[in-house]
């Protein structure tokens, strides 16, 4: 049995390939499988009033102090 990376032959490596491939198609499988599709509860919906902008308004002054 070889421990090293570096010095295995090429069936270890190929096998070290297959299983890592193996485990991403799995891992791929099992989230596109657990995406939810259902629309229920994202919906958008306007449910209070828009808010319209008004007229511009200018403070001159704020009342509060600059700490600096």
């Known amino acids: 049995m070889n421990h090293s990376i570096y010095s295995?032959?090429?069936t270890t490596h190929l096998k070290?390939?297959?299983v890592a491939l193996v485990a991403g198609i799995l891992i791929a499988g099992?989230?596109?499988s657990a995406h939810n599709t259902s629309?229920?509860?994202f919906t958008q919906t306007a449910s209070t009033p828009?808010?319209?902008a008004g007229k511009p308004v200018v403070i001159t002054?704020?009342?509060s102090s600059v700490v600096r």
């Open 8 to 10: 295995a032959d090429r």
């Open 16 to 18: 070290i390939v297959v």
């Open 30 to 32: 099992f989230s596109i």
């Open 39 to 41: 629309d229920e509860g």
């Open 50 to 52: 828009v808010m319209k």
């Open 61 to 63: 002054s704020s009342g």
